[in-house]
């Protein structure tokens, strides 16, 4: 019996893999050749990077301390191996002369998904196999959840793809839904419960432990995420123009860059237009704005409001008037298409009002998926903060002040990263996530 159990594990993790990598190459499949040197966004790594650094990543995190396994390529494997985050204003230089030809890294792909797999498919208990304490099987978690990451921020990236240079995949009909009657939920004080605790054995990424409780008092929250259209009344009273509705940093970013709407909003003539994935369209102005950090604390600061806190966030998500937490906003079902906006199911955003099954149990609808929720809570370790000894910089390195937690989840996140307590987080002035917020009428001291 406890011989089928690991197997069990072991096939639904190898699955689990497979399926990702599925969706990260249907991904890179919209990027037409000719643009897969390009850079979309100026701050990352140009296209290319991404296809080479998911495999090794995989392969960095398993091949010699966990499965025994020799380099095949320890050029790639360095040239690969990070990502860029750049906060001091450092852009990137290189030039597409730089990197190898995509046969070359797509032939590593195909090397490094051939290796792993084969070394996996002969080992009969990933119980034996350990990396600095850490099971395999919560190694190849790391490596699914990772990547799955990656297809969501690597949609940021392409959305900034010009269109003719993407593949225009089958689109589902856009969700319709009734006037947004905009209002705001009491959430009773009581307590929210963070995080995880290591001894429980669940799956969490450093950041996510340990677990801690905070009171939380009384507060309203929108019972919606602000809309387009609430922030084009923001527009046009002037927001973007008012220095005391931003701090000092914040107004000299906006100035210095010229920023005068959100990213996603386009204006020809007299109209507002929003840029999706494949195309341009009217504004829609059900659909979440989506908005830095520093905008979306201006606008809050416009209503006489502020961004919750994250544990008022989670108060508003997952609490109960009774004081016990819920597994999701709507219970303990598993995620649905009828909860949410979210596993990759859509390419844009939904109004917000579209799942009202999603609702928690104070009424506060669409609090995972169709967009991220800014908070005001800078990025930081709960108390017992130990960072992954194989990955330390996954969360330690942005514990800088310059960050902010977000949760959620938005059209593109993975199903599995739909917990609790898992956390997310981008730098003030970033504008390209798919990333929104709700405002409350207090704040915790």
Known sequence: MLTAQR?????????????????????????????IYDRPIRERHRIIFYIGHLEAFDWNLLHKDTLGLSAVHPEFDRLFAFGIDPVGGGLPTDQPSDWPSLGQVREYVRTIRSSLDERLLTLESFDEHRRDGFSL??????????????????????????FGKKVRP??????????????????????????????????????????????????????????NQQFLDFIEDGGYQNPSLWSDGDWEWKAAEDISSPVFWLKHDDQWMYRTMFDETPLPVDWPVYVSHAEASAFARWTGRALPTEAQWHRAAYGTPHG??????????????????????????????????????????????????????????????QPFPFYRGYS???????????????????????????????????????????????SEE
Not at 137 to 162: D, F, G, K, S
Not at 202 to 213: A, I, S, V, Y
Request: glycine share 8%; aromatic share 12%.
């Open 7 to 35: 197997e069990s594990v072991a096939g639904t993790l190898l699955e689990r893999v497979s399926d990702a990598r599925r969706r990260s190459d249907a991904l890179f499949d919209i990027v037409r050749p000719e643009a």
């Open 137 to 162: 099987a919560r190694l190849l978690n790391v490596a699914i959840e990772h990547r799955l990451m990656h297809v969501e921020t690597l949609a940021y990236m392409l959305h900034q793809l010009p």
């Open 170 to 227: 089958p689109l589902p009909p856009r969700i319709l839904a009734s006037p947004v009657d905009h209002s705001m939920v009491k959430v009773p004080h009581d307590t929210a419960t963070l995080g995880l605790a290591r001894d429980e054995g669940e799956f969490g990424w450093d950041n996510e432990f340990e677990k801690l409780k905070k009171h939380v008092r009384e507060f309203q929250i929108d019972r919606y995420m602000v809309t």
């Open 324 to 385: 016990s937490q819920r597994v999701f906003p709507w219970g303990n079902e598993v995620p649905n298409p009828q909860r949410g906006n979210f596993d990759l199911q859509s390419w844009d955003p939904a109004p917000v009002n579209a799942h009202p099954q999603g609702c928690s149990a104070f009424g506060v609808e669409g609090m995972l998926g169709n967009g991220w929720e800014w908070t005001s809570t800078v990025f930081g370790p709960y108390p017992g903060f």
């Open 396 to 442: 330690a390195d942005f514990f800088d002040g310059k960050h902010f937690v977000m949760k959620g989840g938005s059209a593109r996140t993975a199903a599995c990263m739909l917990r609790p307590t898992f956390r997310n987080w981008f730098q003030s002035h970033y504008q390209y996530a798919y990333a929104g917020f709700r405002c409350v009428n207090t």
